[in-house]
């Protein structure tokens, strides 16, 4: 399965973007998909993960309250609703997935796509 993001862009502080993660291939009932972001010079991070059903979503503390994930399966997509947007959320946004329940590591993901870029200016 190969995963690719994509509704990356420029917006101000306090606006929202939605990211989609859309998979090509074939899918399975196991995998959590979670986005994480990165920027340069720092180790990627978590901000949020949906189960297949949708029943499980886990979020970073950073954007709890201000992120929503969500997933259309008959899509095979997946979405990252981001409001309030802040400077902080600046960052390459990548999409991967993992069969390990609940992981927050980068690590313990797969399938990478290129990710998209997300800037918030003040």
């Known amino acids: 399965v190969q995963l690719q993001a994509s509704g990356g862009g420029l917006v101000q502080a306090g606006g929202s973007l939605r990211l989609s993660c859309a998979g090509s291939?074939?899918?399975?009932?196991?995998?959590?998909t979670g986005w994480f972001r990165q920027v340069p010079g720092k180790e990627r991070e978590f901000v949020a993960s949906?189960?297949?059903?949708?029943?499980?979503?886990r979020y970073a503390d950073s954007v709890k309250g201000r992120f929503t994930i969500s997933r259309d399966n008959a899509k095979n997509t997946v979405y990252l609703q981001m409001n309030s947007l802040k400077t902080e959320d600046t960052a390459v946004y990548y999409c991967?997935?993992?069969?390990?329940?609940?992981?927050?590591?980068?690590?313990?993901?797969?399938?990478w796509g290129q990710g998209t870029l997300v800037t918030v200016s003040s």
């Open positions: 291939g074939r899918t399975s009932t196991i995998y959590y």
């Open positions: 991967a997935r993992t069969a390990t329940s609940g992981s927050r590591w980068a690590r313990d993901f797969g399938s």
């Open positions: 949906i189960s297949w059903s949708g029943g499980t979503t």
